[in-house]
Every structure is written in structure tokens, then in C-alpha cells.
């Protein structure tokens, strides 16, 4: 298996620009997670998903954050318009069955927003 | 919320030295998991703690989780320059979330 794969590695942007981040998950893993890491905050949860559900949004900072889950190996991170404090190592994860399962965690996607 | 507390931020210690790495919880946790992040690089599942008082071991890594189940701890005996990285505790939070402490980023001098 090829592991969690997420695109692009990085990303440059300028101020105001829609930024998409993609991610597929490791096939027959039932949750999705979104990470936002950063010196100030570390890894942040931002939103997973259970079978293409989103369970839990509470992490996202605002409504220029939106993720989606069309079907079980693809999710996007959306954020529009993007802001210099958006500029983060973006990580998805993903499990088996539940909760306490191991994380197996993409790359990342250096994102840059200048 | 809970939250799960990680000292120190970070150590510096010789080659051949000891590191241990605290993580610490006001509430019972239900189990615990270790990771590591190289630098530049992404975190990797280390292991998994469930039972009270559990020692496990990987090498020269050891990793306790307390009798409350509230502390865990992470320690690598006679460190080398690949343990160098973030090393984070993650626990379950309250509504099903797996969050992670600040993490201990160790550097190690040749």
C-alpha cells in the first residue's frame, strides 16, 4: 500500500487566493483526519471524518475553512480566501474502526501564503 | 477541555545520553499513543498504551503508562543521532478526538 498520499507537497499563494488541498486516504481505513501544524499551536485537529461523514468540524478556524469527503479515498481541504496566517504544514491521517486506532499520516502540504 | 500536557519542549543532550519525555493528563485517559516526527517529516505511530501501570519496550525505547492512567512517559536509553525529532503523546478527548500534546523535540550533539 502506498501509504496516505497528499498533494501538492507545497504550495505557494498570494493573499486572497483559493488554496485546495488534497488527500488519499489508505484503502479500507474508515476515518479521515485533517492536522494543521504550526510552532505556535502544533498539531491542531481540524475536522475527520467517518465513512465519508464529517463528524467533527469544530477545529476549523472560520468559515474560509471547508473540507469535503466524496467518497471513501478522497478528501479536499478548501480554504478561500487564504491568509498569510494560514501558512501551516497541512496533514491528513487516516485509521481503521475507530477512534483508537493508530494514525497513519500523509507527507503533508507545506502551505505558504504570502 | 482535556488536554494532554508535554514536557520538556525541548532537549538537547549528548550522544549516548538518556531522554525521557513526560506527557500528562488532569483527567483518566483511555489509552495512549507515542509518535515521532523526523524533521521535515510527517508523524509515525510509535505505539499504544491501554492498561494501567503498562511498560512496553522497542529497542532502547521504553514507554510506561501510569497506574491513574493519567501520565505517560517516553524514554530512550543511550540516545543516537536517529532518535533526533518531535516525539508527541496523543490521547482521546472527551468527544472522540485524538489530540496531541506539544510535543518534545529532541536535538542530540554528535
Known amino acids: 500500500d502506498a501509504g496516505v498520499i497528499q498533494s501538492p507537497r507545497h504550495e505557494v499563494t498570494e493573499m486572497g487566493q483559493e488554496v485546495t488541498l488534497r488527500c488519499k486516504p489508505i484503502s479500507g481505513h474508515d476515518y479521515l483526519f485533517w492536522y494543521r501544524q504550526t510552532m505556535m499551536r502544533g498539531l491542531e485537529l481540524l475536522i475527520y471524518?467517518?465513512?465519508?461523514?464529517?463528524?467533527?468540524d469544530s477545529g476549523m478556524p472560520e468559515d474560509r475553512f471547508s473540507a469535503k469527503m466524496p467518497n471513501a479515498s478522497f478528501s479536499t481541504l478548501k480554504i478561500q480566501p487564504s491568509e498569510p496566517r494560514d501558512s501551516a504544514v497541512y496533514f491528513c491521517?487516516?485509521?481503521?474502526?475507530?477512534?483508537?486506532?493508530?494514525?497513519?499520516f500523509g507527507s503533508g502540504t507545506q502551505l505558504s501564503v504570502l | 477541555g482535556q488536554q494532554v500536557m508535554q514536557i520538556p519542549q525541548y532537549q538537547h543532550v549528548q550522544e549516548g545520553e538518556d531522554f525521557t519525555t513526560y506527557c500528562n493528563s488532569s483527567?483518566?485517559?483511555?489509552?495512549i499513543q507515542w509518535y515521532k516526527q523526523r524533521p521535515g517529516g510527517h508523524p509515525v505511530f510509535l505505539i499504544q498504551l491501554v492498561k494501567s501501570g503498562e511498560v512496553k519496550k522497542q529497542k532502547r525505547l521504553t514507554f510506561q503508562f501510569g497506574e491513574a492512567k493519567k501520565n505517560s512517559s517516553l524514554h530512550i536509553t543511550a540516545t543516537q543521532t536517529t532518535d533526533v525529532g518531535t516525539y508527541f503523546c496523543a490521547a482521546i478527548q472527551g468527544a472522540q478526538k485524538l489530540v496531541f500534546g506539544q510535543g518534545t523535540r529532541l536535538t542530540i550533539n554528535p
Open positions: 483527567t483518566t485517559l483511555s489509552n
Open positions: 491521517a487516516s485509521s481503521w474502526y475507530s477512534m483508537g486506532e493508530k494514525l497513519f
Open positions: 471524518f467517518n465513512n465519508n461523514v464529517p463528524i467533527d
